[in-house]
């Protein structure tokens, strides 16, 4: 991520913050990103909050009921393909 090294910008009178925009643009931060704000040793961390927590297969696996047998790989594949297809028929 190639960014200018020095960048300033001003807080306003209400707390905010422009970033420069050679940064959002680096980051794909778009207008409505979500930032985590952290005060370290060194100055502010801002992240990017996540939409959802991140989760492990073993967190989540078996945790929705099916009374049939499981699919295969292949069959899963085919569903989706078969969705996809469905979906985008009229473009």
């Not at 370290?40 to 990017?48: E, N």
């Not at 499981?70 to 469905?86: F, H």
């Amino acid at each position: 991520m190639a960014m200018p090294e020095r960048l300033t910008t001003t807080v306003s009178t209400k707390g905010q913050v422009i970033l420069p925009k050679a940064i959002r643009q680096a980051l794909h931060w778009e207008a409505g990103t979500r930032l985590l704000v952290e005060s370290t040793q060194d100055g502010v961390l801002l992240k990017p909050v996540r939409a959802f927590a991140e989760t492990r297969p073993e967190d989540v696996f078996g945790c929705l009921e099916s009374d049939g047998a499981p699919k295969s790989l292949a069959q899963m594949e085919a569903g989706v393909l078969a969705e996809a297809k469905r979906r985008h028929a009229g473009d």
